[in-house]
């Protein structure tokens, strides 16, 4: 069976961040978070990195990934634009927001024909991450509608600079995925962890609740199921100019209509990221520890 490939998520601009974060470096020698997940997927056996990018950035990004990673790991890319849409489907007039992660997974379907995981750009995992992932792709075989999905613990996901928005899973005593619900507004209150979930209701989230960061597994007849239900949802709420079509809808879709299940992955690691610009100090710090224990070399890529 072919090595599983990695797709990543690099077309968001981080509007809360203020910039291009995926492209900011965090590192001893200007690594980017999104070097760490490379490095790491590297190391568990991905074969293959595609990144989804936008058009207007795509030159300068695909640029310094390629002076980075060159005999590192097979790279290409893919462009995540608005008018990327099922025949028959057109852009609606003043749409101006991205169509959202499950749109931008679709669009990799041409470089995609093994298990693939799905990551975002500007999020740090771990290396027990990347590893049990790669292990499940990698044993699925390509078996259809055999979906996997890494579930860190609520209490290893926080940011310290802000609120946050996460995936609250349910998972069944089997370990499987039934449901991913949003939460948003997530932080800790007197040692207490608190979120609004789909009704608004603040809620308490246990720490050790599974959530999903959107570090996903998936095989390549995703794309022909993705694409879909993202006519149907073009159908429903095309119209509607701040809709999107989140990974997650499609997961559930398909676990309510049997078509595919979920195995929940467990990590013990922390996630970390840059979602506020506050967080950019910390993570650095973060990062500086890691290769002063040895879990990266410095520089990362030679």
């Known amino acids: 069976m072919n090595k599983p490939t990695l797709l990543i998520l690099a077309a968001g601009m981080g509007s809360r961040y203020g910039g291009l974060k995926q492209l900011d470096g965090v590192g001893p020698n200007g690594e980017t978070i ?15 990195v595609v990144f989804v990018v936008r058009e207007f950035f795509r030159a300068d990004f695909e640029k310094r990934v390629r002076d980075r990673y060159a005999g590192n790991i097979e790279i290409e890319f893919i462009e995540q634009e608005l008018n990327r849409l099922p025949d028959g489907f057109t852009v609606p007039e003043c749409r101006e927001k991205p169509w959202g992660t499950g749109h931008a997974v679709l669009v990799a379907a041409k470089l995609i024909d093994t298990p693939f995981g799905v990551i975002n750009a500007d999020d740090y995992y771990g290396q ?21 999905m890494v579930g860190f613990c609520t209490g290893n996901t926080l940011s310290e600079s802000g609120v946050v928005s996460r995936g609250v899973c349910s ?14 507004n997530i932080k800790k209150e007197n040692d207490i962890i608190l979120g609004d979930n ?20 998936f095989t390549p007849d995703l794309f022909k199921e993705g694409n879909s239900l993202f006519s149907e949802f073009l159908k429903e709420r095309g119209d509607d100019l701040k809709a999107e079509f989140y990974i997650p809808f499609i997961v559930n879709e ?4 049997n078509y595919a299940t979920c ?8 996630w970390f990221g840059v979602t506020y610009k506050e967080d950019r100090e910390a993570v650095a710090k973060k990062i500086t520890e890691l290769v002063s224990q040895g879990a990266y070399p410095t520089p ?3």
């Open 263 to 270: 195995r929940v992955l467990s990590t013990p690691d922390k």
């Open 198 to 217: 789909c009704k608004g209701e603040r809620v308490i989230i246990d720490s050790n609740r599974p959530v999903s960061m959107n570090m996903w597994g």
């Open 300 to 302: 990362l890529f030679v």
């Open 171 to 184: 998972v069944n005593e089997t370990g499987y995925l039934t449901s991913v619900e949003e939460h948003h």
């Open 128 to 148: 027990t991450s990347f590893a049990v992932l790669a292990d499940y792709l990698t044993k699925s075989k390509g078996k259809k509608g055999d979906f996997s």
């Open 34 to 48: 999104m070097d760490y997940s490379v490095y790491d997927a590297a190391k568990a056996g991905f074969k293959k």
């Open 254 to 257: 398909l676990i309510k209509t």
